[in-house]
T-cell receptor, first 112, second 112 residues
């Protein structure tokens, strides 16, 4: 079993719709979780971090964490064509320090 | 505040050579992590440095090494290059442990 799993997609949504991206992880001791966006040929860009169970909202983005189910999700409201990118889920498995494990990423395509 | 910078941006080397990549973190950030990104394996953690000490290490052979200087700048070295080392090498910095990591633009290494 991979440590962080995501559906590779592509996930296609129409402009203005809600895009829902999901991620599961295997390390029950992990305490910090991140979503990155990566455009083709560019480096990952941090869009959300979440540390506690529940929802965290930032603009059009909402991250959801359920540690009991080992599940993290990202909702993008009012999706725009500029949101088309690969979304990477990352989990810090380092007990002392930072050691991010990434999922393979979900390709999102927003169609206008 | 300036972001993470990496030099050089592109490198072409031949098998058997060695290479040194450099990373300057965001001002005030003391943790620097290195990652390798390839189409086949995705984003993989190499190592993390904090206060000039390697704090975490990924599953890479000993040909991959790094160090951190007192000003938090970091270098990674790959010796005896192999074709499979062709990848995008990314550096990320964070303010403290279990905190958000911000990526630099990466160094694209091609091994011929």
């Amino acid at each position: 079993q991979k440590e962080v799993e995501q559906n590779s997609g592509p996930l296609s949504v129409p402009e203005g719709a809600i895009a829902s991206l999901n991620c599961t992880y295997s390390d029950r001791g992990s305490q910090s979780f991140f979503w990155y966006r990566q455009y083709s040929g560019k480096s990952p860009e941090l869009i959300m971090s979440i540390y506690s169970n529940g929802d965290k909202e930032d603009g059009r983005f909402t991250a959801q964490l359920n540690k009991a189910s080992q599940y993290v999700s990202l909702l993008i409201r009012d999706s725009q064509p500029s949101d088309s990118a690969t979304y990477l889920c990352a989990v810090n498995i380092g007990r002392y320090g930072n050691k991010l494990v990434f999922g393979a990423g979900t390709i999102l395509r927003v169609k206008s | 505040k300036a972001g993470v910078t990496q030099t050089p941006r592109y490198l072409i080397k031949t098998r058997g050579q060695q290479v040194t990549l450099s990373c300057s973190p965001i001002s005030g950030h003391r943790s620097v992590s290195w990652y390798q990104q390839t189409p086949g394996q995705g984003l993989q953690f190499l190592f993390e440095y904090f206060s000039e000490t390697q704090r975490n290490k990924g599953n890479f052979p000993g040909r991959f090494s790094g160090r951190q200087f007192s000003n938090s700048r970091s270098e990674m070295n790959v010796s005896t290059l192999e074709l499979g080392d062709s990848a995008l090498y990314l550096c990320a910095s964070s303010l403290r442990v279990d905190n958000e990591q911000f990526f630099g633009p990466g160094t694209r290494l091609t091994v011929l």
